[in-house]
């Protein structure tokens, strides 16, 4: 079983729609977790922080949840500029040496 | 923009010759790491360092090593190019601005060994 688990997709929505994608990790003493956007042939870019409070960041949503190991995202009336390579990101322990662990990413394509 | 550079930015090259990649960073970070991605694999640690002369490895480290001489410069050296080498690689970068680690990318550099 790989430590970060990632629907690959391609998840193929129109604009306006909303979508969720949702990432499972095998450790159950993950300290920290991140949604990253991974444009084509560019970086990743750190889109959030994910907490286990959840939180808001404009049309995006994300959550923890500690009991089944999974965080999620929401993009809520998504743009075709959402397009993009989702990354889950899980740092398994508390500082820069832990070695943060990435999902092989979701792609999301929104359609006109 | 957390201050990364990468160069060569791109680079093809033959099998048995050796190859270096430099990370730059202006902004004093302390941690710094070289990832390789694949398509189907994601993004997987080649080295990291914690400081100049303090590197350690990831889970990919066969075949690259690594050099801090200074804080702003983090080398990744394939001694001899190999096929399987063939990849995307990001520099990163650690910042604990906001309480939490976490890593800001350089731009890549696409490799190619034929």
């Known amino acids: 079983r790989k430590e970060v688990e990632q629907d690959p997709g391609p998840f193929n929505v129109p604009e306006g729609a909303t979508v969720a994608f949702n990432c499972t990790y ?36 994300a959550q923890l949840n500690r009991a089944s190991q999974y965080i999620s995202l929401l993009i809520r009336d998504s743009k075709l500029s959402d397009s993009a390579t989702y990354l889950c990101v899980v740092n398994p322990g508390y ?13 999301l394509s929104i359609r006109p | ?60 480290s066969d075949g690259y090593s690594v050099s801090r001489s200074k804080t702003e410069d983090f080398l990744l050296t ?21 309480g939490t680690d976490t890593q800001y990318f350089g731009p890549g550099t696409r490799l190619t060994v034929l």
């Not at chain 1, 095998?26 to 922080?49: G, I, T």
């Not at chain 1, 500082?95 to 792609?107: C, E, H, L």
């Not at chain 2, 201050?3 to 970070?29: A, D, W, Y």
């Open chain 1, 95 to 107: 500082s820069s040496a832990s070695k943060i662990i990435f999902g092989s990413g979701t792609r």
């Open chain 1, 26 to 61: 095998s450790n159950s003493a993950s300290q920290s977790f991140f949604w990253y956007r991974q444009d084509c042939r560019k970086e990743p870019k750190l889109l959030m922080s994910v907490y286990s409070s959840g939180n808001e960041d404009g049309r995006f949503t």
């Open chain 2, 1 to 60: 923009d957390a201050g990364i550079t990468q160069s060569p930015r791109h680079k093809v090259t033959e099998t048995g010759t050796p190859v270096t990649l430099r990370c730059h960073q202006t902004e004093n970070h302390r941690y710094m790491y070289w990832y390789r991605q694949d398509p189907g694999h994601g993004l997987r640690l080649i080295h990291y360092s914690y400081g100049v002369k303090d590197t350690d490895k990831g889970e990919v």
């Open chain 2, 78 to 98: 394939l001694e001899s190019a190999t096929s399987s080498q063939t990849s995307v690689y990001f520099c990163a970068i650690s910042d604990r601005r906001g």
